[in-house]
């Protein structure tokens, strides 16, 4: 099973840190990996995520308590590192911005769907341009299906690596809407400018 993982996860990878050649990326520096990698977002994601598994009892071979909590938030920060790390030299490799940039739109639906949107879609460092995020959906993934090799038997499974680079998905969607709207979340009262481009 750990071999079909580590293959699955090959296949998920390679493809797409082979479609540019290697130069440096100003964007995405070490200086943001690090901030992203293992700053308080970094943390915080990773307590809540293991929150929720030991609420579920998930994988129930780790038992309750504080012994259980400390393996779910050792184990999701370690697939966040895992992804994040992966995330970067991808995006890095294909020259994909990282981050969140707010649309600059006006109206709740196009910047919803701006949000929603900016999960899969980025932009290119060298050219403004759109491109798919290879970078978020290689780290999502990878670091779903990398993070099997510690589990234990219940959740080692190419299904469960795959399900949790789909909620790893699903919270950066989430994320990038709650960054979207925070100025009118944060301040009530205001209304969204619009971002001149």
Known sequence: M??????????????????????????????NYVRHTFGAEAVGRSAVGAGINQGRNVPHEWGQGGTGFAKRFGSAFGQHVVGNTIHFGVSSLRHEEVG???????????????????????????TGKRTVAAGE?????????????????????????????GVILGVDAGTHV??????????????HQPVAR
Not at 15 to 23: L, R, S, T, V
């Open 100 to 126: 969140y940039r707010p649309s600059g739109k006006t109206g709740f639906g196009p910047r919803m769907k701006y949000a929603l949107e900016s999960t899969v879609v980025t932009r290119k460092t060298t």
């Open 137 to 165: 959906l290689s780290g999502a993934f990878g670091g779903g299906m990398i993070s099997r090799l510690w589990q234990p038997a219940s959740t080692r499974t190419v299904a469960s690596g795959l399900a949790s680079g």
């Open 2 to 31: 750990r071999r079909l993982i580590a293959l699955v996860t090959i296949l998920l990878v390679l493809p797409m840190a082979a479609m540019a050649k290697p130069e440096p990326d100003h964007r995405a520096s070490k200086r």
């Open 178 to 191: 709650v960054k979207e709207f925070w100025p009118e979340i944060r301040h009530p009262g205001r209304h």
